[in-house]
């Protein structure tokens, strides 16, 4: 199948293959049923962020977030607007660093909101601070090549 992608479910974590045909159809998790690729925002825990980080072959751009933050809280409707956007060739997700410190710790984070783009297991670039969608989205082109 070398026209498909490979996604994980930020449900279950289970490694999903998707002809890339069948992207904008909203695919769903042959284990659990959730959608894979909805143009939404995913809430990671630490595991679904490594697999997705190691497995995914579409970018991932993860907001490290804490509720305490106004900024981090500010954005939130601004990255959806991009989720939206830039659907299905990118998937975007966040992970709550209050509940999750040992992340902020791991990936060098010093500050929030802030922005990682992933790509193909690797770190890809960073954007900090809150930003409009039009900002993320510009961000996340002129790193990856979206359609």
């Known amino acids: ?22 992207l904008a ?36 751009i993860v907001d490290f977030w804490a509720p305490w933050c106004g900024p981090c809280r500010m954005m939130a409707p601004e990255f959806a607007r991009a989720a939206a956007a830039l659907a299905p060739d990118v998937r975007f997700a966040k992970i709550n660093t209050e509940d999750f410190p040992q992340v902020s710790a791991e990936r060098g984070i010093r500050g929030i909101p802030l922005l990682i783009l992933f790509h193909r297991g690797k770190e890809v670039d960073r954007l900090p601070g809150a930003r409009p969608a039009r900002d993320i989205e510009a961000f ?8």
């Open 1 to 22: 199948m070398s026209d498909a992608v490979k996604l994980t479910c930020a449900a279950c974590g289970q490694v999903n293959r998707v002809r890339k045909d069948r």
């Open 140 to 147: 996340v082109r002129s790193k990856v090549k979206v359609s």
């Open 25 to 60: 159809a909203g695919p769903k998790c042959g284990t659990c049923g959730a959608k894979l690729d909805d143009g939404k925002v995913a809430e990671l825990e630490p595991a679904t962020l490594k697999k997705m980080i190691r497995n995914d072959d579409l970018p991932l």
